[in-house]
């Protein structure tokens, strides 16, 4: 009798020895989340550590385009209203797993691979984060808060890659050529559960033209294919001046009071404030604000003045005055002399980047720091609403039909121009009452001699408002 | 005692069998495919393409020709065969089956520009279909088609797992 009840004591563990076994095995080889018996914990170590990271600075890195990749189907991912919850997510695992790369290099295998490896990878099931600039690796580390990297083979980092039906992660260096691949076991992702929402989504599927055509488009070109009428809205915009007491504006930049301001009123309309000792301002009637500051800093020392010490500074100044518009996304990075930088912003609208093309300014914030302190200050900031009406927007292929017929035109031999990026993007057009803006597709294009500039058109009509040569 | 001991026999089965089955499934499953067609016209290549499996409804047809070359594309669903009635069954002795037949669905007209490129999108269903795209422009007319098939990749992960162990009853007494 003991000895039938200690097989069915041995059977009854080894059943759930073997229930336990083929969980496991379930998980490992399908990874498929079994909803109450097996979930990958949310939070983890990486998560906990980014808390300590500066994450002021760090809502300011956003990727130029965030493209998934999905079994084949390619689409752009924009941080609109309707998806801007799951692009921020994705991101935070993007910067999660940068968190986990920098925190050692000893800790993480690596592969390094060619970037042609590049259009294969794209054929599996990721999001790729491709970022607006080359980001120098230390400077990135040091927005994520950490005081060194020792990953310095790696010398800049254009996108990052990350798989949702793997652990695999990439790092695109286009400096090297080099393709980084990653599997780092300790970070725990919730890439599939995103790429489920992504999926609940109706999206466009979108052609990378190089895979049709190297020679005349780069890989960043990359289009949607519409079977609908594709539409924007119309929006109206003011500037952020209107309706503002400019001396009010002057004295909270110069710090002191309305009436010790000192001003001068140019013909153009422009208003000049200065505090008659270290500051001065002017206010363009447009609504560009430029700021100079000729006072010297307290000298820090070096090791004091991280580029996120930096990106701290221009964050809490911007704050101060005026604030920064919504989605606004560090443009570029450039190290100066005295230990300075100068940080340029720019912001989008629906997830579509916002160009002034009037003004010549590709930057509509832009920031310099110079021992510890602001030196000079330049913004151009609109309030967009939208009209409620929609605008029918033109397939990017017409669009380079467009430009194709004006360069022949221009009798440029077609074969010698190579287009290098194509995107839709708001564009201000000022008039002398009003601000508009205009949703265009914007070509960046390359001549063979090394010539390269931006046509912009009209994205309802084709019009060309814009050319560089 | 004895059923004790098959029915440990079974679960050890059930398990060494989901180790190996397990991963091969999955190989076959995450098979990536590409879910654009390309028809290039602009080279002399094969008029019927090599069948594809998609795993994603949104299929892209892309490809390349001449300039202000007229491109058709017809998609074709495939109806499967009708079983046919005891009664003519009986009567004709016939086989059980009549074949399947192409149906037109839709079609789509595009003009190639200066790019030489075109980019049309196009949504299957569960199901054979067919992709026929003819370029007309002053040198002639060119046809090329492909079959196309869509499979649900997690239906087929959710398949094969009810499979194996679906049946497998855990109430032991």
């Known amino acids: 009798m003991v000895i039938l009840k200690l097989e069915k004591l041995k059977t009854t563990i080894l059943i759930l020895l073997v229930l336990v076994s083929i969980v496991l095995t379930t998980r490992i080889w399908l990874d498929i989340s079994i909803e109450g018996i097996f979930i990958m914990p949310k939070d983890n170590v990486i998560k906990e550590e980014k808390k300590d990271v500066e994450f002021d600075s760090l809502a300011f890195i956003k990727p130029e385009k965030m493209i998934i990749n999905n079994n084949g189907k390619h689409t752009l991912l924009f941080n609109d209203s309707e998806k801007g919850a799951l692009y921020n997510r994705i991101l935070e695992e993007g910067m999660a797993f940068l968190g986990n790369l920098f925190s050692s290099k000893e800790s993480m295998s690596y592969d390094i691979l060619p970037i042609e490896n590049l259009n294969k990878i794209r054929q599996g099931s990721n999001v790729e984060i491709i970022l607006p600039f080359s980001f120098d690796v230390d400077i990135l580390a040091s927005i994520l808060g950490f005081d060194k990297t020792d990953w310095i083979d790696i010398k800049g980092v254009d996108s990052i890659i990350m798989s949702f039906d793997s652990n695999l992660h990439y790092i695109l260096d286009k400096k090297e050529g080099s393709l980084y691949e990653f599997n780092p076991i300790d970070l725990k992702s919730n890439m599939k559960f995103l790429l489920d929402m992504i999926n609940k989504f109706e999206t466009y599927s979108y052609v990378f033209l190089n895979e049709l055509d190297s020679e005349k488009f780069s890989d960043d070109v990359f289009i949607p294919a519409y079977s609908s009428s594709f539409k924007l809205p119309r929006v109206s915009v003011t500037s952020e001046i209107q309706d503002k007491d400019l001396k009010d504006i002057a004295a909270s930049f110069l710090n002191i009071e309305a009436g010790s301001l000192r001003s001068i009123v140019e013909p153009n309309g422009t208003v000049i404030y200065s505090d008659g000792s270290e500051k001065g301002m002017k206010i363009n009637k447009d609504g560009l604000i430029e700021y100079v500051s000729y006072t010297s800093g307290i000298i820090l020392k070096k090791s004091i003045l991280s580029i996120n010490d930096l990106v701290d500074i221009a964050t809490g100044f911007i704050e101060d005055h005026l604030g920064f518009p919504y989605d606004t996304y560090i443009s570029s990075i450039e190290k100066t002399d005295n230990d300075g930088c100068i940080i340029k912003y720019n912001y989008r609208y629906e997830g579509l980047p916002i160009i002034n093309d009037n003004l010549g300014l590709k930057d509509l914030v832009e920031i310099e720091i110079a021992e510890g302190k602001v030196k000079k200050y330049k913004r151009l900031i609109r309030h967009i609403k939208e009209t409620g009406e929609l605008k029918d927007i033109k397939n990017p292929l017409s669009i380079i039909d467009i430009l194709y017929k004006r360069l022949h035109d221009k009798n440029m031999n077609l074969d010698e121009i190579k287009i290098m990026d194509a995107y839709l993007a708001y564009m201000e057009f000022d008039t002398e009452k009003d601000i508009f803006m205009l949703p265009v597709w914007v070509l960046d294009v390359i001549t063979y001699e090394g010539n390269r500039g931006k046509y912009i058109m009209n994205a309802e009509t084709g019009v060309i408002l814009s050319e560089p040569y | ?173």
């Open chain 2, 1 to 173: 005692m004895v059923n004790n001991k098959g029915f440990v026999k079974i679960l050890i089965i059930v398990l060494v069998l989901s180790m190996i089955i397990l991963p091969l499934i999955s190989a076959v499953v995450s098979a990536d495919d590409d879910n654009k067609i390309v028809f290039n016209f602009l080279e002399d290549t094969e008029d019927i393409l090599e069948p594809k499996i998609f795993y994603n409804k949104d299929i892209t047809i892309t490809g390349r020709a001449l300039e202000n070359t007229t491109i058709n594309i017809n998609k074709y669903w495939y109806r499967l065969p009708r079983k046919k009635s005891i009664i003519s069954k009986e009567k004709s002795q016939e086989p059980d089956y009549d074949l399947g037949k192409w149906i037109f669905s839709c079609g789509f007209s595009e003009i190639v520009g200066a790019s030489q490129i075109f980019i049309v999108p196009v949504r299957i269903n569960m199901g054979k279909y067919k992709i026929e795209v003819t370029a007309i422009n002053n040198n002639g007319e060119i046809t090329k088609e492909i079959v196309v098939e869509y499979n649900d990749k997690e239906q087929i992960n959710k398949e094969f797992r009810t499979r194996i162990f679906g049946d497998l009853d855990l109430n032991i007494e």
